[in-house]
């Protein structure tokens, strides 16, 4: 499990770069000798996520670093240490999340015996190890975050959710847009039964009233939703959750375990999820039985902020 | 050049002799993190006289046949010497100091960089906590009054809110229509009232803020709003911010 940590490392040292450069450093650490926890192939199974992706997936989720984003267009940059705080039953809780040195870390968990935190630290795949802080109260933990040379951002998951806009149709003036030209491009729509993708033509997606339809083309992914016979080109999971609005039984949440779960075909955005994530730290698990990601320690207030943003009503 | 653990290569010659850095976190081409320093190796046929020095001192394989000499990955740059030869490599720590940058703008004036929200010009807001019905905000000095535009297009038991100041009380936005029935006055931080003295201003927007931080708190205390922690501090302190804004209104008559 100590390769994500040494990922984040490198990311922290090297604070910012192409894409290109964060897969070759994948492949380079990962394919070190005496890592007996991987067979140290970076190739995945067929239907496997490519390792690339799941450790940038994470490393997003955890708010560890931005990708293709404002500020690193066609790269990544490393944001800086945060203790991602927020309210639990006895105080409050943070994870530390961004830029990482050793001696960060060190300082992270030797945390001055002083003051009244209580430091874990867990370990899941592909994953920087997660150190977690609990504390009686957010001023101790501003102390702490002084102490290990962090920001401190109170109610964390809250503060993300209330500056995203949510997952609405486009509106009478938004831009149009038009398919790709060229037979080359492989074509899904998204059947909102089956809550599955299916392969369908280019005259299907002309027509259509309604739709989500993605095209592909080597690495190239693009998303249109077709409202209301407009053509409009959005992000992957805002298109799905506006075609979705309002679908029974979409989301699932659990006020005894606080638990939130949804199709394992529906990624949220990519900031929701960091939200959902920043409550317990942990990343999603994914449930074969019923193909669902799951989403722990969500707090009864986060999970119905996080439906109504996606539009979704929980169940 | 072969791949290190080709069979072929015990095969080669002295001349072909070649040093690989193996692992550790490399940071630029021969640059390595300190303490996760790369695995010295050779591949080539390495005779018995073969000698390896770095920085001068004589290297030894260590057990895993990697070669190791006092200070070997110690900080800053190293020479490593074979069959006069020469290659550098070197060592270094990371810089802290991480900036955070405007990352995602969503047009609410405030950006998310990681797990961290911050106001778009980088000046420091407070952040608090409010319920939905609680949008005006008071601070402990006269003026300091702010009123947050809510969004309509989600709804939400609690909302976070960006101040410029460090909010003391939230009030229903209109005190003096509000509901006494359910209308609260909300405690967010026990902050004593500035003195009202100290608050001289000609501004003419210092001036209004002012004004509407009076009638803010004169319109809660007439209308009788409770408190919603009803302790006897947050109940004292009322009182004391009670008595500023009276003795203000009467002086702005």
Known sequence: ?315 | MREERDILNVLCPAHEIEPHFVGGIRLERITWLVGFPPRIRFTGELGDNFRIMIDGKPALPAIDGAFEAPGWDAEGEHRLWFADRAETYALRTMDEGWERWNAHNFGTGAMICGAGIHRIDGTHWHQARIPPTHLLLIGARPGDIFRYQARHDVHSETILVLVPFAPVWALPIDPIHADKRTARLVLLGSREPASAAKRVSRDRNADRALREWVAAINGAGCKQLALADASEDAKALWRRYRAVAKRLWKRMR
């Open chain 1, 1 to 315: 499990m100590k390769k994500p940590n040494e990922l984040l490392f490198w990311l922290s040292a090297r604070r910012e770069g192409s894409w290109q450069q964060f897969r070759a450093a994948v492949e380079e650490i990962h394919s070190t000798e005496g890592d007996f926890e991987s067979d140290g192939s970076v190739t995945p199974e067929e239907g496997e996520f490519p390792l690339h992706q799941q450790l940038r997936l994470n490393l997003e989720r955890l708010g560890h670093a931005e990708f293709f984003t404002r500020g690193c267009e066609r790269g990544w940059r490393v944001a800086p240490p945060t203790l991602a705080a927020h309210p639990v039953s006895d105080g409050v809780r943070a994870v530390l999340c961004g830029a990482r040195s050793p001696a960060l870390r060190e300082r992270a968990l030797q945390v001055d015996k002083n003051v009244d935190c209580e430091v874990e630290v867990l370990e899941y795949h592909d994953v920087p190890q997660v150190i977690r802080f609990v504390a009686p109260s957010i001023s101790t933990l501003q102390q702490v975050a002084t102490q290990v040379g962090a920001h401190c951002q109170a109610d964390a998951p809250l503060a993300v959710l209330s500056l995203l806009p949510p997952c609405d149709p486009p509106s009478r003036g938004s831009e149009q847009a038009e398919f790709p030209v060229g037979a080359d491009w492989r074509i899904r729509e998204f059947d909102v039964v089956s809550i599955r993708w299916r392969i369908t033509d280019r005259q299907h997606a002309q027509t259509a009233r309604t739709g989500l339809f993605e095209f592909q083309h080597y690495d190239s992914w693009r998303y249109f939703l077709r409202w209301k016979s407009g053509t409009f080109e959005m992000p992957r999971a805002v298109a799905l959750y506006a075609l979705l609005c309002r679908h029974p039984g979409l989301l699932g949440y659990d006020n005894g375990t606080r638990i939130l779960s949804l199709p394992g075909s529906c990624h949220p955005p990519r900031l929701l999820e960091r939200a959902l994530v920043l409550c317990s730290g942990i990343p999603p698990s994914f449930d074969p039985t019923t193909a669902r990601l799951l989403y722990s320690d969500v707090p009864p207030d986060i999970a119905h902020f996080a439906a109504d943003l996606l539009r979704q009503r929980l169940t």
